[in-house]
């Protein structure tokens, strides 16, 4: 192996000292503050970023002291900021959270992952064994289905609907796993059971295993994070992110739905004339604007309306902007890439008048699916709120500025698509 060039070789303290000093600086380390001197004038080292050496590289890396990004936490989720995000990815740790036993401390040498039941060859995975397989990356939102809330105008999109984030996911299809243990033509279900304190436990269609189901272990370029599933988790795309089980441990084949304590007692939705709606999964589609909203103010002029919008039926076709209260609707630009079951940013451009406004925002997906207004849902579910809730979202602009979570008697009217 070749030596390392000279110049690459370890700079000791007294070496750094001398060739600070031949750039005609002198660097002195008070125990609270660092002072260069150049000229022989004394200069802060916060007063001008050129006069002084700045840290050198680490083993992590860090965000500004400038930007204080956090989740919104409760004892069983945290809520991600979706208003200070830029693009579609989630920083990994910005990724919401949803628990139902903590999270568990698993030793990635001793997983394994049993898949049984109506199979052929009942098998166990190791972790080493899952990374041997063909691996797959996909760019795919995650949501809790029972991600919204309302009722208060000083609310942020963190608080209404922050149990959604992306990621890129990496991971070994289902149906690779299927095949490896061969399925029996009655098989039809499988439960799934993650190794947490609740043991976790869903039941999902052998339809959607053979699909785009994955066994994850990685995310965003490392491995999945604790708090999503380390060290595998499944991951169902577009489908209500609690039968994407964290800590998969098992899988068992049958021929009819398990009927677990989560997918009767809870999980399941009240609709009109008493009935139960139960294993809808799938997520619909929805959208929000993420600026301007609770608690910024804006300056009357130009600015860029920014939301993102997705679906858990396939790709966002549209995005309509309305900045009259509903009445008219008006198509917002959709940032590329526009991908499957994933968030999609879309920006719309408009001169404020100054006057008080409502502007929000409604999405379309490849199946001709509209976005409800609350009203909608409503009327069709019998009730104000419960899983599954995805209706447009209003946002006042007061005549200062300031800019709120609108009532929800507002936003309720259909509007019309002006003409071009």
């Not at 294993?279 to 600015?303: L, N, Q, Y």
């Not at 406004?357 to 709120?385: C, H, K, N, W």
């Amino acid at each position: 192996m070749m030596k390392e060039d000279n110049h690459l070789e370890k700079i000791n303290r007294r070496q750094l000292i001398g060739r600070v000093a031949a750039m005609g600086l002198v660097l002195t380390q008070g125990p609270f503050e660092r002072v260069i001197q150049t000229a022989g004038l004394p200069m802060s080292a916060s007063d001008d970023p050129t006069k002084k050496l700045g840290p050198f590289p680490g083993k992590l890396g860090t965000r500004s002291p400038a930007e204080q990004l956090e989740k919104l936490t409760s004892f069983t989720s945290s809520r991600s900021p979706l208003q200070d995000f830029y693009g579609i990815i989630t920083p990994s740790d910005l990724h919401f959270e949803r628990h139902h036993g903590g999270v568990p401390a698993i030793d990635p040498e001793k997983y394994e992952l049993l898949i049984h039941g109506m199979v052929e060859r009942p098998l166990k995975f190791t972790l080493r064994d899952l990374k041997r397989f063909p691996s797959v990356s996909q760019i795919r939102f995650l949501e809790c289905s029972g991600n919204y809330r309302g009722g208060n105008e000083e609310l942020t999109p963190q608080h209404i609907c922050g149990l959604t984030s992306q990621s890129e996911w990496t991971g070994v299809m289902l149906s690779t796993l299927f095949r490896e243990v061969g399925l029996k033509p009655k098989a039809s279900w499988f439960l799934a059971e993650g190794g947490d304190a609740a043991v976790m436990t869903r039941s999902i269609p052998i339809s959607k295993g053979l699909d785009d189901a994955m066994i994850v272990y990685a995310q965003n370029g490392e491995a999945v994070r604790p708090e999503q599933g380390y060290p595998a988790r499944l991951f169902l795309p577009g489908w209500e992110g609690n039968t994407s089980i964290k800590w998969l441990r098992r899988i068992e084949l049958s021929d009819s739905p398990f009927m677990t304590r989560e997918e009767t007692s809870k999980y399941t939705e009240r609709i009109k004339d008493g009935k139960i709606r139960q294993f809808s999964v799938v997520m619909d589609a929805r959208s929000i604007i993420t600026f301007p909203t609770f608690p910024v103010s804006v300056e009357k002029g130009w600015m860029e309306i920014r939301g993102i919008a997705w679906s858990g039926r396939g790709k966002i076709t549209t995005v309509e902007v309305s900045v009259d209260n509903g009445k008219n609707w008006y198509p917002a630009r959709l940032q590329h890439p526009v991908l499957d079951k994933a968030h999609t940013a879309f920006r719309f451009l408009w001169q404020w008048d100054g006057r008080e406004t409502v502007i929000m925002s409604r999405a379309y997906d490849e199946t001709g699916y509209r976005q409800p207004f609350l009203q909608e849902l409503v009327e069709a579910r019998g009730s104000s709120g419960g899983y599954h809730f995805n209706p447009v979202v209003p946002w006042r602009l007061k005549p200062d500025g300031q800019v709120v979570l609108a009532s929800e008697t507002q936003g309720r009217g259909r509007g019309r698509r002006p003409t071009p």
